[in-house]
T-cell receptor, first 116, second 113 residues
Framework: AQSVAQPEDQVNVAEGNPLTVKCTYSVSGNPYLFWYVQYPNRGLQFLLK??????LVKGSYGFEAEFNKSQTSFHLKKPSALVSDSALYFC??????????????FGGGTRLMVKP | DGGITQSPKYLFRKEGQNVTLSCEQN?????MYWYRQDPGQGLRLIYYSQIVNDFQKGDIAEGYSVSREKKESFPLTVTSAQKNPTAFYLCASKDRGTQETQYFGPGTRLLVL
C-alpha cells in the first residue's frame, strides 16, 4: 500500500523569506515522489520528482525538494518566496513495487500564501 | 497544461442527465487517467487506461463510465447514477514506463442545475 500526508493545510510566509511545504509518505518498496502546483481553476503543473540518485532534487521556478529516507519525507523548499508562488501544492507518491496502472496517490494539498 | 486538452471548461448537468467530458492528448502517451477534485481535498482516481480498448476502475468509479477507442482520447461520462457530481475533473496522461510523470489537462468544472 502507498500513502502520502501533507500535515499543513496552509503555510504562510513573507515574500523574500524561505518556504517549506511538508510531505511524508509510506510505501512498501522504494518511493517515486512528485510535487505539483495548482493555480485557481487550473490543472496541476509538474514541479519536480525524485526517482533515484541525489537526495536534493531541483525543479521548476526555483523550487527544490529533499528526499529523506529515514524520515520518509520529501519536503518542498524555496530559498526566497515570491507572491506569485501563492498556490495549492500537492505531493504524490508511487511505490516502486508494481502497482496496476502505475497509479499515484496524492496528498490533500497545502495552500501556500506568500504575503508582500 | 500543454499537450492535453479538456472540454468544456464549465459544464452544467440537469437532474437525471448523462454528460460527457472530453480529454484529448497529442503527447503520444499510452496511459490516461481521470481524477475528481473536491474543494479543499486532494485528487481521487476515477478510471485509468494503460492502452487502447482497455481501462480499469479507480477508487471512486461508481456513477462514471469511460471509453478508450483511440490512443489520444479518453472521454468520461458522468451518469445519472452519480448523485453528487459537482466537482473539478482532471485528466492526465503518462508515457509507457515506470518513472514517467503524469501530465495534467486544464480541468472541467461540472455543476448541477
Amino acid at each position: 500500500a502507498q500513502s502520502v500526508a501533507q500535515p499543513e493545510d496552509q503555510v504562510n510566509v513573507a515574500e523574500g523569506n524561505p518556504l517549506t511545504v511538508k510531505c511524508t509518505y509510506s510505501v512498501s518498496g522504494n518511493p517515486y515522489l512528485f510535487w505539483y502546483v495548482q493555480y485557481p481553476n487550473r490543472g496541476l503543473q509538474f514541479l519536480l520528482k525524485y526517482i533515484t540518485g541525489d537526495n536534493l532534487v531541483k525543479g521548476s521556478y526555483g523550487f527544490e525538494a529533499e528526499f529523506n529516507k529515514s524520515q520518509t519525507s520529501f519536503h518542498l523548499k524555496k530559498p526566497s518566496a515570491l507572491v506569485s508562488d501563492s498556490a495549492l501544492y500537492f505531493c504524490a507518491v508511487r511505490d516502486s513495487f508494481y502497482n496496476a496502472g502505475n497509479m499515484l496517490t496524492f496528498g490533500g494539498g497545502t495552500r501556500l500564501m506568500v504575503k508582500p | 497544461d500543454g499537450g492535453i486538452t479538456q472540454s468544456p471548461k464549465y459544464l452544467f448537468r440537469k437532474e437525471g442527465q448523462n454528460v460527457t467530458l472530453s480529454c484529448e492528448q497529442n503527447l503520444n502517451h499510452d496511459a490516461m487517467y481521470w481524477y475528481r477534485q473536491d474543494p479543499g481535498q486532494g485528487l481521487r482516481l476515477i478510471y485509468y487506461s494503460q492502452i487502447v480498448n482497455d481501462f480499469q476502475k479507480g477508487d471512486i468509479a461508481e456513477g462514471y463510465s469511460v471509453s478508450r477507442e483511440k490512443k489520444e482520447s479518453f472521454p468520461l461520462t458522468v451518469t445519472s447514477a452519480q448523485k453528487n457530481p459537482t466537482a473539478f475533473y482532471l485528466c492526465a496522461s503518462k508515457d509507457r514506463g515506470t518513472q514517467e510523470t503524469q501530465y495534467f489537462g486544464p480541468g472541467t468544472r461540472l455543476l448541477v442545475l
